[in-house]
């Protein structure tokens, strides 16, 4: 392996930049170079948003190519389809199974859209609730740690610990206790 | 610089810039908030030795910079690349004088337009003001140049550019940080000669500038910021930035000559390099810069007529570019199914009713730089013209001398009007020009994050300040009349404003006050909701599109979780079927 590749996808404000510094942070731990790229601005107001997570012995460019990501975590499922061509054919996609439709029109609930067409292309998807999970903990802020949680399973990461730093570092004092609790809900939540 | 590697961490490029200033034992830094360049200043104001500050605008930034490195002090001025546009008053001079203490301008460019309204390459500033710039191409390097950056610009008396750009400022990169060396100011010491600017002692200045140059070209042909790094001798790529790892990565084999130091270009190493590597191609970002400075020294590149010169460049560009296969297999047709999302002004925000109305009364309006240039999408589609920081006020004013017919308004944020809307207003005040000035008050620089500035009282340090009575200042202008609201009392504003426009006798202010959903405290949890009984199916609310309001069906329906209580669609449904929920 060149290099992994991880895309972070979803909507301005649900938490993707903080994901990705979660990510990035595991991964130097795990003894990798990493680089990451993301978007901050005029993006960050509600607007798709994408950051772009490399990780390898050593790493140059910020920016994946093409079909170069094996993993994609979406905060959203239409998001998770617009970012399509940054994955590999073998790519593993984490999708919170929640839908935003566009200002003014009607609300709809999860479709599961995006997991069908991903997976008759052959690609392993998990579906994660992490949004309804982030409202059970009274914080619908902490759906991201949900989804970092399954993939910290689905990535094969024991090391707990690891993960206890990861979230100590990336989050203010007060945030910490339901971040590592939305965490642990969605590391329980995937069986691989 | 050779420095023990210990202790790495992550950091984003403008943390890294940050650090390498403190490291380098910086007294001030001074800016304003612009994407890419805004968390520099942020982490620097972590420091408690550094006085970190937002000024005004960048102008102002680098003035102060620049008088703290004449009286021998270090300092640090960002900005953004547009920013330099405002400051480049003070840089073409403060280039004659040279410095004392060392002197660091960061400036951000942003190829691709990520957030900005043009992507002009500030590589051209350096040569046009006769200073060096350098070009780091990651976080380390961010933090090395920028701590090299004090050294060199007190070693040859100049102030030192380091051009970043988004890929530079907001990646994330593993980053070696060190101790803060220790530096106290030179002693002051007069010198009215080399820093007082009259014809006659800057005409001596004037051949002491080129005389630096000549100094300083000699010097970048030893300097180990440029390198470079032998492999094929038949493919050969002269880059530097982050393009310097995109092609590190595409093209493992290529020779690299590895810009550090942009301007002056080290033209012995760049001659011995072509002399060695057949088939020299410079990579680079937006102008042609490097290839036209390398080819007027008549060695051979290739250049431009490989690399796109419009928008960011990234490996798969390169790929094309270079015709190299794109190996790995990808799914590219299902982003069919995918509906477009842009940015939206936020639900509650305290623009969007102002914009409702100022549509609905048909006025011609100029805009300005902020969250609010997002009124030019519909449904509001209110904004005729943005160009630049202040422009709104002076657009207006020519709209206004050449259709009097038209009622033209200028909207402008408060941050935006302190950094430069006050002079426009001004000529509005002393040319007597019949336009209305929207100044909305949203009390923090929102579009960047939500930094202070002199209107909310509070400093980057946290600290307490005396804050600006926007009001006060307009009426001080010579405004007379200035009507001052809340955002949200918009059928208020309605009626004001129906009566301004009848009157016809501009310049008239509006001062629309409420905070920005990024620091207003609601205090309850109290939502709108639609009256089903009531709501007779006319979809005028949904003309506001707050990300709230929804269509099910025929009707509207407020999803209470996204509802930020602002207030303002119950006043715009003509049935009162909106109304307020009361939460315990
Ligand atoms: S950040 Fe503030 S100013 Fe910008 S859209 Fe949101 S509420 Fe409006
Ligand atoms: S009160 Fe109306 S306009 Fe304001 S946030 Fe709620 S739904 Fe949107």
Not at chain 2, 444 to 463: D, F, K, R, Y
Request: proline share 5%.
């Amino acid at each position: 392996m060149k290099f992994g590749g991880i895309v972070i996808v979803g909507v301005g404000g649900t938490g993707v930049l903080k994901a990705s510094e979660m990510l990035s942070r595991f991964l130097l731990n795990q003894g990798f170079d990493v680089r990451q790229s993301e978007v901050h601005g005029m993006a960050q107001r509600g607007g798709s948003v994408i950051t772009q997570l490399k990780y390898g012995e050593k790493v140059y460019s910020p920016l994946l190519g093409k079909g170069e990501a094996q993993y994609m975590i979406a905060t959203e499922e239409v998001e998770a389809l617009r970012y399509s061509e940054f994955l590999s054919f073998d790519a593993t996609i984490i999708i919170n199974s929640w839908r935003l439709n566009p200002v003014g029109t009607k609300p709809e609930p999860y479709t599961g859209l995006s997991a069908r067409l991903y997976r008759e292309k052959g690609i392993l998807v998990y579906e994660v609730n992490a949004d309804s999970i982030a409202k059970s903990l009274q914080n619908s802020r902490v759906a991201n740690s949900v989804l970092i949680g399954a993939f910290s399973k689905i990535f094969n990461s024991d090391n707990e610990n690891i993960w206890e730093d990861v979230i100590r570092e990336t989050f203010p004092k007060k945030f910490f206790d339901i971040n590592m609790k939305a965490f642990f809900k969605g590391r329980e939540l995937v069986t691989i | 610089m050779k420095e023990q590697k210990n202790n790495s961490c992550l950091m984003l490029g403008n943390e890294a810039i940050a650090r390498g200033a403190y490291e380098g034992g910086v007294q001030v830094g001074s800016g304003y908030p612009g994407t890419p360049s805004s968390e520099i200043l942020e982490y620097l104001s972590q420091f408690k030795e550094v006085h970190s500050r937002w000024c005004p605008n960048e102008k102002v930034a680098l003035e102060v910079a620049a008088g703290v490195a004449i009286a021998g002090g270090r300092a640090l001025a960002t900005m953004k690349h547009v920013g330099l546009n405002v400051a480049a008053d003070p840089l073409m001079t403060i280039s004659y004088t040279g410095v004392r203490g060392g002197l660091v301008i960061v400036v951000a460019d942003d190829p691709g337009m990520h957030s900005s309204q043009n992507e002009q390459d500030s590589r051209n500033y350096a040569k046009f003001a006769k200073i060096p710039f350098f070009e780091p191409a990651d976080g380390e390097e961010a933090r090395i140049f920028t701590k090299e950056g004090f050294i060199i610009s007190e070693k040859f008396d100049t102030p030192i550019m380091i051009r970043s750009t988004t890929r530079v400022s907001h990646s994330r990169s593993v980053v070696f940080p060190q101790e803060r060396i220790h530096f106290s100011p030179f002693p002051y010491q007069k010198d009215a000669e080399k820093y007082v600017m009259i014809p006659a002692f800057a005409r001596k200045r004037r051949v002491a500038l080129e005389k630096r140059l000549e100094v300083l070209r000699d010097w970048v042909d030893e300097s180990d910021l440029n390198r470079i790094e032998m492999r094929d001798p038949h493919f050969g790529i002269i880059t530097g930035g982050v393009l310097y790892n995109h092609v590190r990565e595409v093209f493992p084999q290529a020779s690299i000559l590895k810009i550090g130091i942009g301007y002056p270009l080290p033209f012995e190493m760049i001659s011995d390099f072509v002399r060695k590597v057949k088939n020299v191609v410079v990579v680079e970002e937006l102008d042609p810069f490097w290839e036209t400075e390398i080819k007027a020294a008549g060695i051979p590149v290739e250049g431009r007529n490989r690399i796109p010169g419009i928008g960011e460049i990234t490996p798969d560009i390169l790929k094309v570019a270079f015709g190299v296969p794109q190996p790995v297999p990808s799914i590219d047709d299902l982003n069919q199914y995918v509906f477009p999302r842009p940015p939206v002004l936020c639900a509650g925000c305290p623009h969007r009713g102002v914009f409702r109305i100022l549509s609905e009364l048909k006025i011609t309006v100029t805009g300005d730089i902020g969250c609010y240039t997002l009124g030019v999408m519909p449904p509001t589609s209110s904004i005729d013209s943005c160009i630049c920081m202040g422009a709104s006020i002076s657009n207006a004013e020519g709209f206004k001398l050449t259709h009097p017919e038209l009622t033209v308004g200028a909207v402008i944020g408060d941050s935006t009007f302190i950094h430069s809307g006050i002079g426009p207003l001004l000529d509005a005040v002393y040319n007597q020009t019949n336009i209305i000035v929207f100044i909305l008050d949203n009390r923090v620089t929102a579009m960047t994050g939500g930094q202070n500035h002199p209107g909310t009282g509070i400093t980057l340090m946290g600290e307490k300040t005396s804050k600006l009575d926007i009001e006060e200042l307009v009426k001080a202008l010579g405004v007379k009349e200035v009507h001052h609201l809340s955002s949200f009392d918009i059928s208020h504003f309605r009626s004001l404003l129906k009566e301004v426009v009848k009157k016809n006798s501009g310049p008239t202010v509006f001062i629309l006050s409420e905070p920005c959903q990024l620091i207003r405290k609601k205090g309850n949890k109290n939502f709108y909701q639609v009256d089903p009984n009531l709501c007779r199916l006319c979809k005028k609310c949904l003309q506001l599109g707050c990300p709230a309001i929804r269509l099910d069906g025929e009707r509207a329906q407020i999803i209470a979780e996204y509802c930020r209580a602002c207030g303002v669609c119950s006043q715009i449904c003509q049935f009162n079927a909106i109304k307020e929920e009361y939460q315990s």
